[in-house]
């Protein structure tokens, strides 16, 4: 089992569309969490981080189950410009973390 | 600032041939890592360096080396290159890898075929 799963997709969707994903982690001992974008032949770029009380950057929303080990990322109203990769990232352990990369969700918003 | 920078961004190889991909940051950054991603695998850590002087092996080391000669500049060398190892490889650097919230910052990646 993967130590990071996400559902590889692709999602695609029209414009002004919702569009959510999710991501599980199995380490209990994960501390952080991200979601990185990464565009078609391009390095991954930080999205957000995502905090326990959830967290909004415009129209991106990220949330975070610990109980669960469950992250989502929540796109509303997408955007031609939102077509990318994006990626789950765990950061495990302490005092020397190893950072843990899911495979990517691929998203496709079409006009 | 150019953040992370890597060279060569591509490059073709045949089977057995060696080669150094270089990667430089300008952030100050601690940490310093190269990473291996391929089709539906996610990102994979070769190597890594938590600080200046150091290197320890991540995930997928086997034919790989590396060497961390300043605080800027990270390499990872191939010594007999091998189809397997065709890949993107990405170089990135994080600002202390002690600080758990701390994210890293990628280059813009080296495609390298090895046929």
């Known amino acids: 089992r993967k130590e990071v799963e996400q559902d590889p997709g692709p999602f695609n969707v029209p414009e002004g569309a919702t569009v959510a994903f999710n991501c599980t982690y199995s380490?209990?001992?994960?501390?952080?969490f991200f979601w990185y974008r990464q565009d078609c032949r391009k390095e991954p770029k930080l999205l957000m981080s995502?905090?326990?009380s959830g967290n909004e950057d415009g129209r991106f929303t990220a949330q975070l189950n610990r109980a669960s080990q469950y992250i989502s990322l929540l796109i509303r109203d997408s955007k031609l410009s939102d077509s990318a990769t994006y990626l789950c990232?765990?950061?495990?352990?302490?005092?020397?973390?190893?950072?843990?990369f899911g495979a990517g969700t691929r998203l496709f918003v079409k006009a | 600032n150019a953040g992370v920078t890597q060279t060569p961004k591509f490059q073709v190889l045949k089977t057995g041939q060696s080669m150094t991909l270089q990667c430089a940051q300008d952030?100050?950054?601690?940490?310093m890592y190269w990473y291996r991603q391929d089709p539906g695998m996610g990102l994979r850590l070769i190597y890594y360096?938590?600080?200046?002087?150091?290197?320890d092996k991540g995930e997928v080391p086997n034919g790989y080396n590396v060497s961390r000669l300043n605080k800027r500049e990270f390499s990872l060398r191939l010594e007999s290159a091998a189809p397997s190892q065709t890949s993107v490889y990405f170089c990135?650097?994080?600002?202390?890898?002690?600080?758990?919230?701390?994210?890293?910052?990628f280059g813009p990646g080296t495609r390298l075929t090895v046929l």
């Open positions: 990232v765990v950061n495990v352990g302490t005092g020397g973390f190893k950072t843990i």
């Open positions: 380490n209990s001992a994960s501390q952080s």
């Open positions: 995502v905090y326990s």
């Open positions: 952030m100050n950054h601690n940490s």
């Open positions: 360096s938590a600080s200046e002087g150091t290197t």
């Open positions: 990135a650097s994080i600002h202390d890898r002690g600080t758990v919230t701390d994210t890293q910052y």
